[in-house]
């Protein structure tokens, strides 16, 4: 985690107050990977202070995630199939790989929205193959606003309670980093194993060819 980052979003929480959160909540549903797992506990601990507070701060969080999500579902649902059917190959993606989306959603896609509003990462970046399957909109905004609000308030909820100490504590920064870390090798992994697994279908679909 970028201590520049960590500082530059205090700042921008401490003098923006909601609007500020509501601004990066929505960022960071856009497919822009600002980190909700630092934009939530920070706000936590500038603006918590009862239970109320830390309702609020889960509510308006959710509704940006819902705000933040609409362009990226839109994306995905007006020019995600045929970006891919055209220029698919250059990202190695399939007509194949667009049919397993649509499979996807059609029988899991209010769990899959639901438990990914609650995944780092995979919150980030869901609102797209939901638009690329054309999922139910009025579905995908209800299920990404029931996802979302519980894991904005337990991220608000831990930083309200540790208070100074998100900042000052050394053991605390420390598993910070360590979790994010863990978090990337694991999104690293995934993506290794994805262009190795597709460019051997690449090279198969291109030798029948």
């Keep these: 985690m970028s201590e520049k980052l960590f500082v530059a979003f205090t700042a921008l929480i401490a003098a923006g107050g909601y609007t500020a959160v509501f601004f990066l909540m929505a960022i960071q549903s856009a497919c822009i990977p600002i980190p909700s797992e630092l934009i939530m506990p920070l706000a936590g601990f500038a603006l918590a202070h009862t239970q109320l507070d830390l309702i609020l701060l889960a509510t308006v969080a959710s509704f940006a995630s819902n705000i933040g999500s ?3 579902y839109w994306v995905g649902a007006r020019g995600g199939r045929p970006m891919v059917e055209r220029y698919g190959s250059y990202l190695l993606l399939s007509r194949h790989d667009l049919d397993r989306v649509d499979a996807f959603f059609t029988r899991f896609g209010s ?23 054309r999922m139910n909109q009025a579905k995908f905004h209800l299920y990404t606003f029931l996802g979302s609000w519980p894991w904005c308030y337990v991220l608000a909820w831990i930083g309200m309670k540790l208070g100074a100490q998100f900042q000052t504590n050394p053991q605390f920064k420390e598993f910070f980093h360590r ?12 993506i290794v194993w994805f262009v190795a697994s597709h460019w051997k279908n690449r090279i198969r679909t291109e030798t029948l060819a």
């Design 70 to 72: 609409i362009p990226a």
């Design 111 to 133: 769990l899959a929205v639901l438990i990914g509003r609650m995944l780092p990462i995979i919150r980030t970046f869901i609102a797209f193959p939901a638009g690329v399957a």
């Design 179 to 190: 979790f994010h870390l863990g978090v990337e090798v694991v999104l690293l992994v995934g």
